[in-house]
């Protein structure tokens, strides 16, 4: 079945740049997304990506898509630790209402 | 102010007893869903439900049951619940698919803490 993988933790130093990676299987995806998660919250749509698309900039953030290796990355710039929450990657379809998230990627940024 | 609201926020139950977990949402959006979050695993979809008196099973439909007899409401039952039904529940709506509303944009209520024993 479909699947969306994602390292469990990364941790970078307030003012670098952090890359979250995500990796799906479902070669039929329409609309990929980052959502995030902070403590005791419920999930906020951070950006999304068509899947005819490469590139998204949106401010910080910069999503990059590989469909040939079915990679998706999400880049924030000049991290703050504001940033510090749980990153989640998704895939859903043109047409249903089926979506599929990955495991999450906690993120620490260290003052 | 546009919500997903859900209750109860906390709920501490025992094997066998049934519940419902409420769901509602202001913003008239057709698609909910209700998701599991277990570490580990992310965010598991458990049924949805593209419109009034439509619903599918997700990944995990397993030990639950939904009903939407209204567009606004969409409340989870687990009709015998089970310890590893012990998970963060949320409920998340969405506008249906249209080339002119931002229809990808999936909105979330604040979540369910459940505890079977």
Partial sequence: GEDVEQSLFLSVREGDSSVINCTYTDSSSTYLYWYKQEPGAGLQLLTYIFSNMDMKQDQRLTVLLNKKDKHLSLRIADTQTGDSAIYFCAESQSGTYKYIFGTGTRLKVLA | ?117
Avoid at chain 2, 12 to 18: A, F, L, R
Avoid at chain 2, 78 to 99: G, H, M, V
């Fill in chain 2, 1 to 117: 102010e546009a919500q997903v609201t859900q209750n109860p926020r906390y709920l501490i139950t025992v094997t066998g007893k049934k519940l419902t977990v409420t769901c509602s949402q202001n913003m008239n959006h057709e698609y909910m869903s209700w998701y599991r979050q277990d570490p580990g695993l992310g965010l598991r979809q458990i049924y949805y439900s593209m419109n009034v008196e439509v619903t599918d099973k997700g990944d995990v439909p397993e030990g639950y049951k939904v009903s939407r007899k209204e567009k606004r409401n969409f409340p989870l039952i687990l009709e015998s619940p089970s310890p590893n039904q012990t998970s963060l529940y949320f409920c998340a709506s969405r506008l249906r698919e249209s080339s002119i509303s931002r229809s990808y944009e999936q909105y979330f209520g604040p979540g369910t803490r459940l505890t079977v024993t």
